[in-house]
């Protein structure tokens, strides 16, 4: 729709040469650099730094740091991005709440909204009305230009088709075949990026969380589903048929139980938080429908913290899967770092220990003692943050 807002923006126009891009992400990742530093980091000659830098600075892209007077004399200038030469708008779409924010470049918030969505809020037109209001509160909120923000950045449930831009189906919203990405452009007047909620948290990891300076890592979601967001290369690993990422359906057991996508065993069957309730009922040998059954995977932790043998049981047994399906994945790519988020991770270290150490178990010896498993860095707001990051990415693949 809008192909061409990318090219109204100043960022973008300036970045449209490689050697000026280049200089402006060396700072924005590394930065505050000296120019000598720059032109180790980038290939490039001092004298060809300084006339980048030069018209970065006239720009206002990027900023002089005051040089200190230190007792063996004048330190050389460090240079530095200027974070409010532009903002971000960040969009996190879950099943039961829409966060969005706004940013500057150094990720600082500088405008928020969070709204629960009720029951009610289902089906397209809901969902539309809902972004465009919450995305539009945040503008104001901002006090910023609407030509300040180089763009709005969504991670939203569901398969998307990521050329063009739509929700191809979101069951849990109601939602299918729907151009988002050209209908928010419109109503917006900003150029908008969508992803799939775990890809586009792993890329928040990535540029402002716990895989910072790194180039490949792997974002686990356990949530009521499991999520898999790969960053491969600094970029979203999508697969040749754009659904890369179905970890919850690697098959683990045969004839296990049944999966929601048809097949049976999946990961998700096993460890998935909607499962646990169904997992306990089966260790328990109970009906499903007994009025006392745990209903959420919370249940089961809270229950199996009062004791209940069972609930542990279950609980033992997911860690154990998740250890299984994430040592496939170390083993088969060799990274070094997956960071989990997600509902059954918030607030539960002894679960994510649980998992860690089944996880180990399973590694080639090789691997062992090198991998970091840790919980996100960036909280609450890690989906929106990636939401963000999509569109720095852009600006960087410029
Ligand atoms: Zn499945």
Redesign the pocket.
């Known amino acids: 729709m809008l192909a061409d807002s990318w090219g109204s923006w100043r960022i973008h126009r300036y970045l449209q040469n490689e050697n000026v891009r280049q200089v402006f992400e060396q700072i924005w990742h590394y930065g505050p650099l000296t120019r000598n530093q720059l032109s180790q980091l980038t290939g490039l000659a001092i004298p060809t730094v300084s006339r980048i830098t030069a018209e970065l600075i006239k720009a206002g892209l990027v900023q002089e740091l005051n040089s200190v007077e230190s007792q063996r004399g004048r330190r050389p200038t460090l240079i530095a991005i200027n974070p409010e030469c532009g903002y971000i708008i960040g969009v996190d779409l879950g099943g039961t709440k829409l966060i969005t924010l706004a940013i500057n470049l150094e990720a600082r918030v500088v405008a928020r909204h969070e709204t629960l969505l009720g029951p009610s809020m289902k089906g397209l037109e809901a969902i539309r009305q809902l972004l465009i209001q919450s995305i539009e509160r945040v503008i104001a909120k901002s006090g910023k230009l609407r030509d300040q923000f180089i763009g709005v950045g969504a991670g939203l449930p569901g398969s998307i088709d990521h050329s063009s831009g739509r929700i191809i189906e979101a069951s849990n919203l109601g939602i299918r075949n729907w151009p988002v990405r050209e209908e928010l452009e419109a109503a917006l007047g900003l150029p908008v990026r969508i992803e799939n909620d775990a890809n586009a948290a792993a890329l928040g990891e990535l540029f402002f969380g716990a895989g910072r300076f790194q180039r490949n890592l792997a974002f686990v979601s356990l949530g009521t589903g499991i999520g898999l967001g790969l960053i491969l290369n600094e970029v979203v690993f999508h697969g040749d048929l754009g659904q890369a990422g179905e970890f919850?359906?690697i098959p683990l057991v045969r004839d296990g139980p049944m999966?929601?996508?048809?097949?049976r065993g999946?990961l998700?069957?096993l460890a998935g938080g909607w499962a646990l309730p169904e997992r306990y009922e089966e260790a328990k040998g109970q009906e499903p429908t007994s009025p006392e059954s745990p209903r959420s995977a919370m249940e089961i932790f809270r229950l199996a913290r009062s004791g209940d043998p069972i609930a542990q049981h279950v609980i033992a047994q997911a860690a154990e899967y998740l250890g299984m399906g994430i040592a496939s994945l170390l083993n088969l790519l060799s990274l070094r770092l997956v960071v989990f988020g997600g509902g059954m991770i918030e607030g539960n270290p002894t679960f994510l220990q649980a998992i860690r150490k089944a996880a180990v178990r399973h590694l080639i010896p090789e691997l062992r003692g090198q991998v970091r498993m840790v919980p996100s860095a960036l909280g609450r707001n890690a989906g929106a943050l990636g939401g963000a990051a999509l569109i720095l990415q852009q600006v960087f693949s410029t």
């Open positions: 919850g359906h999966c929601t996508c048809g097949n999946c998700e069957a």
